[in-house]
């Protein structure tokens, strides 16, 4: 068990550094609906090649609308949710904001996949939305002072919604199909959906190398490593050891763009390690 938890911790790791490379991207004029399209296009790179690699881009038909849903609302919808709530109210704020996610999946897995609902994993699960609500409390963008304000938190709480099918339909996608067949299909599902609504800029090097790094590192890493700890772990409990990404991006958003918390912030960031290593506690018992 104690790979799937390293490879899911690894995976959050790569997915708290997203607002820092989109936020770079931003620095040099790209807009948040180009960022979510390239990073679909150029992650889809990534997994195609390695699918053909590795011989697997086979589908089951009977799977196919499952994979255009999940394109269009784990890709599409996610990807331009996300981005906005990361220009609209810090890097920090949307990573944690994507945390009400693992309080549904939770519920979800409980219906879905008949996974055992214990004490532990409800008071940590419980512990897991205090802490993003502490977080929350106190987080946004303080290098330009603007407050949070409703698309701020409309696109974080739907980056949320969207963040949680990841556990859900991805745990069914898990026993089917490897991470390079999954995204070899819903990745370009993804980008023709953004696509309308994309509006092309010149773009510098420096904006090439933030795209290409919240592709390869945070999205086609990230998720293969997320995917293999499915392997070996329960959807629900690897939706909370994952949530020790807010902690990743209050960190680095504090190192790199000057984002801070209050004292209450921090304390929800401890809560939410008490939830992780609470859950790795209940797997060894």
């Known amino acids: 068990m104690l790979t799937g938890y390293l490879f899911v911790i690894s995976a959050a790791t790569c997915w708290g550094f997203i607002g820092i490379f989109s936020s770079l991207a ?3 004029g790209v807009e948040p609906m180009e960022v979510a399209f390239w990073r679909a296009v150029l992650t889809w790179l990534c997994f195609g090649t ?6 697997e881009t086979r589908i089951d038909k009977k799977d196919f609308p499952l994979f255009i849903i999940f394109g269009l609302f784990g890709v599409s919808l996610f990807y331009i949710s996300y981005q906005f709530a990361v220009k609209t109210a810090g890097a920090a704020f949307a990573s944690v904001l994507l945390y009400t996610a693992p309080a549904w999946v939770v519920i979800c897995s409980f219906f879905i996949y008949k996974e055992k609902l214990t004490v532990l994993k409800i008071m940590a699960v419980t512990l897991v939305i205090l802490g993003v609500f502490l977080i929350s409390k106190t987080g946004g963008n303080t290098q330009t002072g603007t407050s949070i304000g409703f698309v701020a938190i409309v696109s974080g709480l739907l980056s ?33 959906g953004i696509l309308p ?51 990743v991006a209050a960190v680095t958003a504090y190192i790199f763009l000057g984002e801070y918390f209050t004292f209450l912030g921090y ?4 809560l939410i390690i008490l939830a992780v290593i609470s859950t790795i506690y209940e797997h060894k018992k």
């Open 160 to 192: 949320g919604f969207c963040y949680s099918l990841y556990y859900t339909i991805g745990k069914y996608f898990s026993t089917k199909y490897s991470s390079s067949n999954l995204f070899l299909w819903i990745l370009p599902i993804g980008a023709l």
């Open 197 to 247: 609504f994309v509006q092309f800029s010149d773009k510098t090097a420096l904006a090439w190398t933030a795209l290409i790094s919240v592709s390869v590192i945070s999205t086609f890493l990230a998720n293969f490593c997320y995917y293999q700890g499915l392997k070996y772990l329960e959807a629900g409990k690897a939706s909370i050891v994952a949530t020790i990404e807010p902690v």
């Open 50 to 55: 390695h699918a053909i690699i590795i011989k």
């Open 26 to 28: 931003f620095s040099q």
């Open 267 to 270: 304390i929800g960031g401890g």
